[in-house]
């Protein structure tokens, strides 16, 4: 083969080995031959990326990769204190030019000083708690969102683009509570979180001096922190004309096939494990209309809350909507809701993981288990979002995969127990009226996704879509979940456990290797999501002891600490927290008992009566009359359901004769 016929990438191999020939070895032609092979190796590999490549690109806006991002920006949104969010500012219909960095206090372009009042703003407005709000702020300018400042058309578009007025960034904070203003990652002496200021600092130095001031700090903070970037990935806005003027909007990025993936993998837990226990406690007719009825309402205030997202345009999650709504108050009752969710969700897990595998092998020993997973979780707990956000994924094919084994394992046997073909015996009412109660919280736990509902909403392309994705998502979680229900209980009747895997595994009727499988499918969901639930709280407890970006060490100790420090400090406490799951784990070792409390005091609340009494606020007059006597009827309803439903749960089993 001639030379001038290979691929360039051989040619440069060819060249690069015969300079490492022997100059004396002329009659040698192995090297040529040698540079070749290499080239060829790499040519292949190259080729093969470029397929894969183009695999991952096919579709276009559903194609694998952007499932994969979109997925992975899914897995960010559970927070419980707020994170600074980056923006993007997106290119224009020409695609000239790159998208900017924009930052989280302003944005590089010149605005007008348009008083645009957002709902997070008149909050900040109202609060008045440790003299946060100026006094020359309560006088003067009104409160503007960050998203709905307008931009000033005296400036040329490549003007905006070369950075524009960088003063008017600064200038821009000045007269502004938004949350966007100063943002809670500089705070510092001169600056607290949201805007606040503190003592007489404010009345000598300037704005530019203070936000300056904190980017300094912040780097002082964080200096070899080995900070993850990247994990959570930057907000892309817009800028769109509304009433002759161009305003800044958040430009979502995933379209309805995503929206209904990201949902469904926020739904769809080891919930619907406990199902049938909930069916023996209520009975089959009452247990299936409270599963119907926790479905269908969960799905309305879903689309209640996307209401309110659009009721300002500032607003970017579930605890945006609380601190619009009620103010500083609601935000911290939702962060210790959010806490104790993934806390529960977390102890459930290990109990889970536990109590499969103890059937299995019961020899090692229950809470044998329980340590046992606790430290399989330390190395994953380090891992990137970025990589976790992919093994989420297997979490809801383990799901799928498990109910799957159910239905196989029903189907082949023809005797009870165990079987579907010959049913245990039922009941339509409860047996014990006593039960009921505690299959509230159990038909309601695997509704409990409306935290990220916001988020999501928040991320869609189309957003007039929601609805649909919610009609889709909430549909095909009910069919699985009414499914897995049913198929327990028919099986097993009163004999069945607090997680029907258990009863599986147990059978010695059934075929070993799907018995197995089942094994591995439960370590699999526990292994995978339990270091995405543990790292808002990681994140919490890092923030509260300083050691976050977001704000000042608590303790002046902490000050000034180098990197390796902050970085065993990271680790010490990334470890005791999985420590803590595994002796609460350990102390409440009844799985049913766990969902109940979830279901009855952490999902009434956030699915239920948190996202109705901000609609009722936020709307107030605008709702009609009947729409509003529904709303307070679903609220008092689900509170007496939540407050009783709570207090069940953790009433001895014998007290109730549950066994």
Request: charged share 15%; with cysteine; aromatic share 8%.
């Amino acid at each position: 083969m001639a030379h001038q016929d290979l691929p360039d990438a051989l040619l440069v191999a060819i060249e690069a080995v015969n300079e490492m020939k022997d100059p004396e070895d002329e009659g040698s032609s192995s090297f040529p031959l040698l540079a070749f092979c290499i080239a060829k190796f790499y040519f292949l590999r190259s080729s093969i990326a470029m397929r894969f490549t183009s695999l991952a690109h096919a579709g276009g806006v559903n194609s694998i990769e952007n499932f994969a991002r979109s997925l992975t920006r899914a897995t960010a949104f559970h927070e419980i204190t707020p994170r600074r969010p980056s923006f993007i500012l997106a290119g224009d219909s020409t695609g000239e030019g790159e998208d900017e960095d924009l930052g989280y206090g302003g944005f590089q372009t010149d605005y007008a000083r348009t008083p645009r009042s957002s709902l997070i703003g008149e909050q900040l407005l109202r609060s008045t708690s440790d003299g946060a709000v100026d006094d020359e702020f309560a006088i003067g300018d009104e409160p503007e969102s960050n998203l709905s400042r307008v931009v000033s058309h005296q400036k040329s578009e490549g003007e905006r683009r070369n950075g524009g007025d960088h003063s008017s960034v600064q200038g821009s904070v000045r007269g502004s509570q938004s949350i966007f203003a100063i943002a809670p990652h500089l705070s510092t002496p001169l600056a607290g979180s949201y805007g606040t200021s503190y003592g007489t600092l404010r009345s000598t130095l300037n704005e530019s001096s203070m936000v300056h001031a904190g980017q300094l700090w912040r780097q002082q903070q964080v200096t070899g922190a080995n900070i993850a970037d990247g994990e959570h990935l930057p907000l892309i806005v817009k800028e769109v004309e509304e009433d002759g003027k161009i305003v800044l909007v958040i430009e979502g990025q995933s379209t309805l096939p995503q929206t209904i993936l990201n949902s469904t993998n926020v739904l769809i837990g080891v919930g619907l494990l406990s199902l049938p226990m909930g069916l023996k406690y209520s009975g089959l007719l009452c247990g299936m209309i409270l599963l119907f009825l926790s479905a269908l309402v969960t799905s309305y205030t879903a689309k209640l809350l996307a209401k309110c997202m659009d009721r300002d345009h500032s607003l970017l999650s579930f605890a945006d909507i609380a601190y619009a709504s009620y103010g500083r108050k609601a935000n911290i009752a939702t962060s210790i809701l959010f806490t104790m969710e993934l806390l529960a969700a977390c102890v459930a897990l290990i109990v889970l993981f536990a109590d499969s595998l103890n059937s299995l092998i019961p020899s090692v020993g229950l809470n044998e288990w329980k340590i046992l997973c606790g430290l399989l979780l330390i190395p994953l707990n380090f891992v990137p979002l970025r990589l976790l956000s992919f093994t989420s994924i297997l979490g809801i094919i383990s799901c799928f995969s498990i109910v799957l084994i159910i239905l196989i394992d029903g189907f082949a046997t023809p005797r009870t127990p165990g079987s579907l073909l010959e049913p245990a015996t039922q009941y339509i009412f409860p047996a014990n009226w006593l039960t009921l109660p505690l299959s509230f919280g159990l038909m309601m736990s695997p509704w409990g996704g409306h935290s990220v509902f916001p988020n999501i909403y928040r991320d869609m392309r189309h957003p007039y879509k929601f609805d649909k994705a919610v009609k889709y998502t909430f549909s095909f979680t009910y069919v699985l979940d009414a499914t897995t229900a049913l198929a327990g209980i028919l099986m097993f009747g009163d004999n069945v456990m607090d997680e029907v895997t258990a009863n599986i595994i147990g059978n010695s009727s059934y075929p070993r290797s799907l018995s197995l499988m089942i094994c591995i499918f439960i370590a699999i969901i526990p292994l995978t999501k339990i270091p995405l639930n543990a790292r808002p709280i990681v994140s919490t407890i890092e923030l509260l002891c300083g050691l976050d970006s977001r704000a000042m060490p608590g303790s002046q100790a902490l000050t000034g600490l180098s990197g390796y420090t902050r970085g065993i400090i990271k680790v010490v406490i990334r470890i005791v927290v999985l420590i803590v799951f595994v002796i609460i784990a350990i102390i409440c070792p009844a799985f049913d008992s766990i969902m109940a409390f979830m279901g009855s005091a952490l999902c009434f609340t956030i699915c239920v009566i948190l996202p109705l009494l901000f609609y009722v606020k936020m709307f107030g007059k605008e709702i009609s009359r009947r729409e509003l006597i529904l709303d307070y009827f679903l609220i008092a309803i689900s509170s007496v359901m939540a407050i009783v439903g709570t207090i069940w749960a953790f009433l001895p089993k014998e007290l109730i004769h549950a066994e």
